[in-house]
C-alpha cells in the first residue's frame, strides 16, 4: 500500500530563513506528486505538482519542490521565508496506472509551518 | 471560477445523532472525493464518483456512513448514527477528468463534532 511520511511535525523559521520540508512515498509505479497548503482558515491550496518532466518543478508564492526518484522523494523548498507563509503544508501522492490516475490521492500527517516576523 | 462549495461549515451534534454533509464542485468537474481529516492527520478517502457513480468506497465505513452524487453533481455524505471517533473536517474535492495529469480542488471543508 502507498504511504507519504512528512518528517517534521512543526518547523519554526525567522523571516528570510530559507525552508525545506521532507516528503518520502513509498510506491513502485508511477506516481504524481502533489504540495498543499491550508493558510489558518482557509482551505487546502494547491502549491505545485509534478507528473512528468523536468524533475524541478515551480509552484506559486516562490515555491517550488524536486523529485528525486531514487530516493522517493518530493522535497519542498523556498529560499526566502515570510510571514505569511506560516501555513500548514501537505504533500500527496497517487498513483498512476496505464489510461488513468488511480484517483485517491495519499496524505501525509502535514508539516507546521511557523514563521517568526 | 468558483470553487468547491460545502455546507454546512460547521456542525455540532451528540453521538448516535444523524448529520448530513453537502458538496457542490466546481462546474463541470465530472469527479468527486469525500475525504475525511481527523485532527493531527492528513486527508482520507472515504469515496470517489465519477459522475454518479462510485469508483471506490473501499474505506467508506458503510455500517455507519453512506453517499450520493445524484444527478452527477451535488453530493452528500451522510453519517448515522454519529460516533465520537467521527469527530473530523469532512472535505470534498472535485477534479475535472480522471486522467493522468488529474488535479484535484479542496473545499473548505465541514468541521463536525461529536459529543
Known amino acids: 500500500a502507498q504511504s507519504v511520511s512528512q518528517h517534521n511535525h512543526h518547523v519554526i523559521l525567522s523571516e528570510a530563513a530559507s525552508l525545506e520540508l521532507g516528503c518520502n512515498y513509498s510506491?513502485?509505479?508511477?506516481?504524481?506528486l502533489f504540495w498543499y497548503v491550508q493558510y489558518p482558515g482557509q482551505h487546502l491550496q494547491l502549491l505545485l505538482k509534478?507528473?512528468?518532466?523536468?524533475?524541478l518543478v515551480k509552484g506559486i508564492k516562490g515555491f517550488e519542490a524536486e523529485f528525486i526518484k531514487s530516493k522517493f522523494s518530493f522535497n519542498l523548498r523556498k529560499p526566502s521565508v515570510q510571514w505569511s507563509d506560516t501555513a500548514e503544508y501537505f504533500c500527496?501522492?497517487?498513483?498512476?496506472?496505464?489510461?488513468?490516475?488511480?484517483?485517491?490521492?495519499?496524505f501525509g500527517k502535514g508539516t507546521k509551518l511557523s514563521v517568526k516576523p | 471560477e468558483a470553487g468547491v462549495a460545502q455546507s454546512p461549515r460547521y456542525k455540532i451534534i451528540e453521538k448516535r445523532q444523524s448529520v448530513a454533509f453537502w458538496c457542490n464542485p466546481i462546474s463541470g468537474h465530472a469527479t468527486l472525493y469525500w475525504y475525511q481529516q481527523i485532527l493531527g492527520q492528513g486527508p482520507k478517502l472515504l469515496i470517489q464518483?465519477?459522475?454518479?457513480?462510485?469508483?471506490?468506497d473501499s474505506q467508506l465505513p458503510k455500517d455507519r456512513f453512506s453517499a450520493e452524487r445524484l444527478k452527477g453533481v451535488d453530493s452528500t455524505l451522510k453519517i448515522q448514527p454519529a460516533k465520537l471517533e467521527d469527530s473530523a473536517v469532512y472535505l470534498c474535492?472535485?477534479?475535472?477528468?480522471?486522467?493522468?495529469?488529474?488535479?484535484?480542488?479542496f473545499g473548505p471543508g465541514t468541521r463536525l463534532l461529536v459529543l
Open positions: 500527496a501522492v497517487n498513483a498512476r496506472h496505464y489510461g488513468g490516475s488511480q484517483g485517491n490521492l495519499i
Open positions: 464518483f465519477q459522475n454518479n457513480g462510485v469508483v471506490d
Open positions: 509534478y507528473f512528468s518532466g523536468d524533475p
Open positions: 474535492a472535485s477534479s475535472l477528468f480522471h486522467d493522468t495529469q488529474e488535479t484535484q480542488y
Open positions: 510506491y513502485g509505479g508511477t506516481v504524481n
